[in-house]
């Protein structure tokens, strides 16, 4: 039987990735994959401690944190390819159209 | 033991892809390895007997969003960054330094639940995982969804119908 702090330790771990690849990543499309992995971390203690709380509810949060997710990446490629047609860059450094 | 150790491969494997994810120059090479630590993860969902999850979890995001991300790579043709990924040395340290930094505090956060782990034996709820195994993960899963969780449930659809509408509109007009 693996404890819960095991799951937990593999969902610190995969956050802090995420946020060190949103840190450090110039390339926007890299940067979302960066979320998803910090999504995906919290999905795994939801999941863990559903099972060692005996509920149910982290795996029903679970579902729908997947559809954020799916609607979070159809939005967010949608304005990287906009970004891209006006500025011909997928680059975060360069995307300055709002900077006042 | 069997299971221990079906952990700890899957545990490395993820850990590892997980950091290939965020070195790679090449954004395809990046979306490979992310696609193998989503189906490393559906493994430890599985472990944890949550079989409903793991499936949408492969079908969802290894099959719908990971193909989206690829399509939109090779869609813009990028090719490799020519400049290295980190421009500053700087920004490199202080990165790694404040991911360190969030894993401890996350790890101190756990350390303090898992402490009082054994005052929540009086939240515990009633589906103990022999009944859940008896009944079905994926009845239990969807008895609650269109019961106790109807009302998000509904608010979900809502917002994946504003998600197509933004996306087309997006990726419609010149901005």
């Known amino acids: 039987m693996v404890s819960l702090s095991s799951y937990l330790i593999l969902s610190a771990i995969l956050f802090s990735v995420g946020v060190v690849g949103f840190l450090l990543r110039r390339n926007t499309i890299v940067i979302f994959m960066s979320i998803e992995l910090m999504l995906n971390a919290a999905n795994l203690a939801f999941v863990a401690f559903s099972r060692f709380l005996n509920s149910m509810d982290g795996q029903i949060i679970v579902v729908f944190v997947i559809a954020v997710a799916a609607a979070e990446a159809a939005v967010g490629l949608a304005i990287i390819m906009a970004m891209y047609r006006t500025k011909k860059t997928v680059n975060a450094d360069e995307m300055n159209l709002m900077k006042w | 033991m069997i299971e221990t150790a079906l952990f700890v491969i899957l545990a490395v494997v993820t850990t590892i892809t997980a950091v290939l994810v965020i070195v790679q120059r090449n954004p395809v090479s ?4 992310l696609i193998i ?23 969802v995001y290894a099959g ?4 989206l ?9 990028l090719e490799k960054e020519k400049r290295p990924i980190i421009r500053h040395r700087l920004q490199k340290i202080f990165g790694v330094l404040f991911g360190a930094v969030l894993l401890f505090q996350i790890g101190m956060i756990f350390r303090s639940v898992l402490l009082r782990f054994s005052f929540l ?10 009944k859940v195994a008896q009944v079905g993960n994926t009845q239990v899963v969807a008895r609650l969804l269109f019961t106790d969780f109807l ?16 996306a087309i509109i997006l990726a419609k007009r010149e901005i």
């Open chain 2, 30 to 33: 990046s979306a490979i390895y």
């Open chain 2, 37 to 59: 630590t989503f189906f490393c993860l559906a493994g430890v969902y599985l472990l944890l007997h949550a079989e409903f999850i793991a499936i949408i979890q492969i079908l």
């Open chain 2, 64 to 67: 719908a969003i990971m193909v």
């Open chain 2, 69 to 77: 991300f690829l399509f939109v790579v090779m869609f813009l043709n």
């Open chain 2, 121 to 130: 034996d009086g939240v515990k709820g009633n589906f103990s995982p022999e």
């Open chain 2, 151 to 166: 009302l998000p449930f509904e608010i979900t659809s809502v917002l994946l119908l504003v998600a197509i509408i933004g």
